[in-house]
């Protein structure tokens, strides 16, 4: 939630923000450092992502659940022609990627170690324009 959410909000201020978390601690904290940052473009929810009506035309997740359970979920809150990235692991080996929901396209992206303190995998998600 708070990474990258906030950083993501601080360098696309012209982009509305939702951070959302079940964790009310975390909650807390993301709207304590989005008020001491002054960041106007974000919005802190408590809550499950499928008791929400939030919907997006790009979502980044990380941490949330295995890409193989949470790629379905996110698919109904993802604007068409939008775009889920999603943290997968932070090995060196390239983990396997799951199978695509129906009518998107999976690629998998690797983060060099110098753009991080080691390199990291990431899945990205496009779904078509219907």
């Known amino acids: 939630m708070g990474l990258p959410g906030i950083p993501l909000a601080i360098l696309h201020s012209d982009v ?9 601690r975390r909650v807390d904290l993301a709207r304590r450092a989005v008020r001491l940052l002054g960041l106007g473009n974000v919005e802190v929810v408590a809550g499950e992502l499928e008791r929400t009506g ?42 396997a990627s799951p199978p695509p929901p129906p ?18 995998w990431l899945l990205r998600m496009e779904v078509p324009r219907r």
């Open 16 to 24: 509305e923000v939702v951070l959302l978390d079940r964790s009310q």
């Open 54 to 95: 939030l919907a997006a035309s790009t979502v980044v997740a990380r941490g949330v659940a295995a890409p193989a359970r949470l790629l379905p979920r996110l698919l109904p809150r993802i604007a068409p022609g939008g775009l889920a990235v999603v943290g997968l692991s932070r090995a060196r080996a390239r983990p």
């Open 103 to 120: 009518g998107t396209r999976l690629e998998l992206v690797s983060v060099p170690p110098d753009v991080l303190d080691s390199g990291a």
